[in-house]
């Protein structure tokens, strides 16, 4: 069976955008010899298997229900984007997906989107609710704030540390005990979500002041909020929340989360909250409790990532490449166009399965191996 074309040529348009390369580039130092070329059939055998036999019709009727000059818009953007790009840097973006710290994260990745497509098998295990959620965030926050939150996250000083100290008040017993336990006291799915929305209701106030957070968590006295390793925790936290350039951009997304405004000015003046009890925040009681997917493994794992001294070269391309985009209003537009597109409850309820089957059967190192011959020269085509 031939390989659908559309949805080949989008996959491979995607990797030749990703990793920068383009008929107006400049040939590599040290091209391969054509010969030595391998085709996209022996780098990506079981992305391109699942392909023909019909294991991602979920992704495949997304790519199709885009206009041609959407995708082409989208894939010229990325492209001039990543063009701007020094080869080193381009090289930097491929070791960071091929980084070990990163791969470890995969599976937990799995988990959680497992978590929210649920199975194919058992249609009311899917998270409409959680989708539905994520799908209004990305139709109405502000997406310029939203790269800025991310940009400004990911160069912080703080969050190795401040994650490291949320993993370990997780698997703290007793805050274990508080979240799964029946007895008196337990916070149960209810209290878990009331006292994350306090927190997020008041680092949105127009007059945060971190001493706030101290307050509500001070309310609840099983927390023991001034003992470590909360009160550890809580202190890296005050420390990242001081930087001026990251919390602006975070307040506006948290007023969007809980208003449905894209900025926290759109939200003054008397804006009432979407829901009292968000789907989001449910899911993940939900997973400490049940542990489908072990969040504290995650936390820490993207925290040792973080840490790492040898990643922060391979952020710097990464950080530039969302500074362009957020500043791009065409590619800014179809980027979100396609994530609305995604999210639809008929297509997630197809796509997000379809991505747990990609991720498991390693269609990311198969990504990673195309980008890698591309930028050593090679044109790896499927053979007809």
Do not use: W
């Amino acid at each position: 069976m031939r390989t659908p074309r559309r949805l080949t040529a989008a996959l491979f348009a995607l990797t030749l955008g990703a990793c920068g390369a383009g008929e107006d580039d400049p040939a590599p130092a040290n091209p391969l010899p054509a010969a030595t070329c391998p085709p996209l059939e022996q780098l990506a055998p079981s992305l391109l298997g699942h392909v023909r036999a019909g294991h991602v019709a979920g992704l495949r009727r997304v790519v199709e229900s885009l206009d041609p000059d959407e995708i082409a818009v989208l894939l010229d953007g990325v492209l001039r984007l990543v063009k701007g790009l020094e080869q080193r840097e381009l090289l930097a973006l491929l070791e960071l997906g091929e980084h070990e710290k990163l791969q470890a994260l995969l599976p937990l990745v799995v988990d959680l989107l497992r978590a929210i497509g649920g199975d194919p098998a058992n249609p009311g295990s899917f998270r409409a609710d959680v989708v539905a959620e994520l799908a209004r965030v990305v139709h109405r926050c502000d997406f310029d704030r939203m790269f800025s939150a991310v940009d400004h996250l990911l160069g912080s000083p703080e969050l190795p540390e401040m994650l490291t100290r949320l993993a370990e008040v997780l698997r703290t017993p007793f805050v274990q005990e508080l979240l799964r336990s029946d007895a008196s006291g337990a916070l149960g799915p209810e209290g878990f979500v009331r006292i994350v929305m306090l927190v997020l209701e008041r680092m949105a106030a127009p007059d945060f002041d971190f001493s706030a957070f101290r307050a509500v968590l001070a309310g609840v006295p099983a927390l023991r909020s001034e003992e470590p390793p909360l009160v550890g925790m809580l202190a890296s936290l005050e420390r990242m929340l001081s930087d001026p350039e990251l919390f602006p951009p975070l307040q506006d997304l948290t007023c969007c989360y809980l208003y449905d405004r894209p900025t926290c000015a759109a939200a003054a003046g008397g804006a009432t909250l979407v829901s009292q009890q968000p789907a989001a925040l449910l899911m993940m009681y939900d997973l400490f409790v049940d542990q489908a997917a072990n969040l504290d493994a995650l936390l820490d794992s993207v925290a040792d990532l973080a840490g790492d001294p040898t990643i922060e070269r391979t952020l710097d391309p990464l950080r530039l490449v969302l500074r362009q985009l957020a500043a791009s209003d065409d590619i800014r537009g179809k980027l979100v166009r396609l994530l609305e597109l995604l999210l639809e409850p008929d297509h997630a309820r197809e796509v997000l399965p379809e991505l747990v089957l990609l991720l498991d059967s390693g269609a990311t190192n198969e990504l990673l191996a195309i980008a890698g011959a591309i930028l050593e020269g090679c044109d790896p085509r499927e053979a007809e």
